[in-house]
């Protein structure tokens, strides 16, 4: 798993073949959101703030499938706005990269 950060609000996750082997993971939990994908990305939020001090904790997330290989599978991940509430509850993260048309989905992180 490699992270890089391109600016304030912006980062690449990419994960190789190892990383799918490793996480008994394909590139349809991702387009679909299972469990073990949304753990991942977790881990990988968790991963970003303390290598690469990119805060999303409490923030609505773009992510976009960026590059696509035999070899890596890049996302995009971009910080929006801050999740607000009215009623105080922040949700988890609900999906990740939908298989809706573009293959994008805004998400947050759960606090």
Wanted: with cysteine; hydrophobic share 35%.
């Amino acid at each position: 798993m490699k992270l890089e950060r391109i600016s304030d609000a912006q980062l690449l996750w990419s994960l190789d073949k190892e990383d799918f082997i490793k996480n008994q993971l394909n590139i349809n939990d991702f387009l679909t959101g299972t469990q073990k994908a949304r753990s991942l990305f977790q881990e990988a939020m968790k991963q970003a703030a303390r290598d690469c001090m990119f805060e999303s904790e409490g923030y609505l997330l773009h992510c976009q499938l960026q590059e696509v290989s035999e070899e890596v599978v890049t996302f995009s991940i971009t910080r929006l706005q801050p999740w607000k509430s009215t009623t105080g509850y922040v949700p988890e993260c609900s999906g990740f990269c939908g298989a809706s048309g573009s293959g994008n989905r805004g998400f947050q992180t759960a606090p």
